[in-house]
């Protein structure tokens, strides 16, 4: 039977699906973004996917909010599946996604910081009288992770504007009348930094007066280390990243979300400069294509900060314009992982990545990258100018050189201090900090942020430095040093240490997803078994893709170790699964 006999004459033709699956696009709101971002059919490179943060950005502070419907414009902008856009949005705490029939957030948003130094100085009955106070305005009042401004606690922000040692009256009135106190961001400009010798530095190693094997050798005899947290020396970083094959890129780590930790802020404050010229002179010694800076969304001061500085670079002609790409956060403290960050850069998830292989051998955009932080590089151009042993000179207690220290808790005078490393606690305290809070008797104290561990009053003479701390179990990271006094609730900080930990997971290995979850739910008990603990915490620390499941058990671990007897004062029962006692 042929083909023609066999067909239906009368047979309804096959209907075929007039749009794509999904909810469509409007063209009305596609219009309204390309307006906003630019249109991306003339300018292809708008679409890129590493600059869809940006863009997320763009719409945020546009709209106060990212409504769905322009999310679904924005995937179509650039050419990407609605999930990635999604995905990315909602992984970021700074972004607010609205659904399309949930109501917006209201027109104003105060967030309280809930860091241990913020929770020390009465956060907590800050942020409820704000709840109380402003509830009736339709402002909403929310909890938000260290904001970097430890030495001004408790900190606000209310919008995008920072409030310092905030109270509830004070918040008030910014919020009622919108004024608000400029961040007072007193920078050195790039015509006063040059009459110091600024960028002499960098002209040497372009003229070919400088040569990388000499600055290689004066890193290495400083002692000069990743003053991020980790702590690799940085001369061997340098080393690795060159030898690999080019094109290479280097990327500043501007991204201190440690609770306790502000060092950054406060060296960019002053003299960015200094830190464009280090990371332009490790641009130089890798032969980077690019330089990427990658600020914390909290600093939004430094971000026009810096945006000025790169301007005068470019206009006197010391960088090619587009060389320097500043880029945002959006409120991620796994970001500070140098692999996470990378992920974020290339407009994705910060979610750490599985390491081989490294970041100096495949980074951002596959290509090997030198990741840098903020005070590592500032310190480079005063290397080169007073010398190594300017530096290495100074320290205490058999260590050398300088450690810059980030003070707060309990203290007079909380701050940055520039100390010799190998200080210890109580010297460090007295000299610099002004001593304890009146009233106040050091009970502890945390040498490096919430995931360097806690010691006792009695380890107050410790030198504080790389390689000192370990016995103790704990490590002086970005040596951020809050200090606890006998009114501290040890219950508290803890707690408030591992709900950190759990709210910044990336939710990417389960050691770390679950297990904060669940160390924080045995916090809260009354009743602490040692076993279920320490079991836990071997868990996480062995099967965690990185550092921050890794670090996250370490204050528990402390408090089992040293803060047996002052435990039990707090009313909480320290026992062995078998229901004996611990000393």
């Known amino acids: 039977m042929t083909e023609t006999e066999t067909a239906k004459p009368d047979a309804e033709p096959r209907r075929t699906r007039a749009t794509l699956r999904g909810r469509q696009v409007e063209g009305k709101t596609l219009d309204t973004l390309r307006n906003l971002l630019g249109d991306e ?40 599946p609605m999930a990635a ?36 100085a009465g956060a907590e009955k800050l942020r409820a009288e704000l709840q109380l106070e402003l509830d009736v305005r339709r402002v909403r009042v929310l909890r938000a992770p260290c904001m970097g401004r430890c030495d001004q606690a408790p900190v606000v922000e209310v919008g995008h504007h920072h409030l310092g040692h905030a109270t509830r009256d004070a918040v008030c009135a910014v919020v009622d009348t919108g004024q608000h106190q400029p961040e007072a961001v007193m920078w050195q400009r790039l015509d006063a930094y040059r009459q110091e010798q600024g960028y002499t530095l960098l002209n040497g190693c372009r003229d070919g007066e400088v040569l990388v094997d000499d600055l290689l050798t004066l890193l290495e005899h400083s002692g000069l280390r990743g003053l991020g947290g980790a702590g690799f020396p940085t001369f061997r970083k340098w080393r690795s990243v060159r030898a690999e094959p080019g094109p290479r890129l280097c990327v500043v780590n501007a991204d201190e979300g440690e609770p306790g930790t502000f060092k950054d802020r406060y060296y960019l404050e002053r003299s960015p400069h200094r830190m464009l010229e280090g990371a332009l002179v490790a641009a130089w010694a890798i032969e980077a294509e690019k330089l990427y800076i990658y600020l914390r969304d909290e600093y939004p001061g430094l971000h026009r900060v810096l945006h000025v500085a790169i301007a005068e670079l470019e206009n006197a002609g010391l960088v090619e314009p587009g060389f320097i790409v500043l880029r945002r956060g959006a409120g991620a403290y796994i970001c500070g992982e140098e692999s996470a960050l990378i992920e974020s850069l290339e407009g994705k998830p910060g979610k750490p990545r599985h390491r081989p292989p490294f970041v100096a051998q495949k980074g951002l955009f596959d290509q090997p990258t030198l990741v840098n932080n903020v005070e590592t590089l500032y310190w480079i151009p005063l290397f080169w100018r007073d010398g190594a042993d300017s530096y290495a000179s100074h320290g205490r207690h058999g260590r050398s050189g300088l450690r810059s220290f980030s003070l707060s808790g309990r203290v007079r005078l909380p701050g940055v201090y520039l100390a010799p490393a190998g200080i210890t606690l109580m010297e460090l305290v007295e000299e610099y900090g002004g001593g304890m809070l009146e009233g106040h008797t050091l009970a502890g104290y945390l040498p490096g942020g919430a995931s360097g561990g806690i010691l006792p009053a009695s380890k107050a003479d410790l030198p504080l430095d790389f390689d000192t701390l370990q016995a103790e179990g704990c490590f002086i990271g970005s040596a951020a040093v809050i200090v606890l006094s006998d009114q501290d609730d040890l219950r508290a900080v803890a707690t408030n240490l591992l709900a950190f930990f759990a709210d910044e997971s990336c939710g990417q290995c389960t050691p770390c997803r679950v297990g904060t979850e669940k160390m924080l739910s045995l916090l809260e008990r009354d009743t602490w078994i040692v076993e279920d603990l320490e079991r836990l915490s071997r868990i996480m620390q062995d099967a965690s893709i990185c550092g921050l499941g890794q670090a996250a058990p370490n204050p528990v671990l402390s408090l089992l170790r040293h803060f047996r007897a002052d435990l039990a004062r707090h009313n909480i029962i320290v026992t062995s699964a078998s229901g004996e006692g611990q000393p």
Not at 72 to 79: C, D, E, P, S, V
């Open 85 to 120: 856009v999604y995905e990315t949005a909602t992984f970021y705490a700074h972004f607010d996604v609205v659904h399309d029939d949930d109501a917006p957030p209201p027109p104003k948003t105060v967030r309280v910081c809930d860091s241990l130094t913020c929770q020390l």
């Open 41 to 80: 059919r003339r300018y292809p490179e708008l679409s890129r996917r590493d600059l869809l943060i940006e863009h997320l950005h763009a719409i945020q502070d546009e709209c106060g909010y990212l409504p769905l419907v322009w999310l679904r414009a924005l995937a179509a902008y650039m050419n990407l």
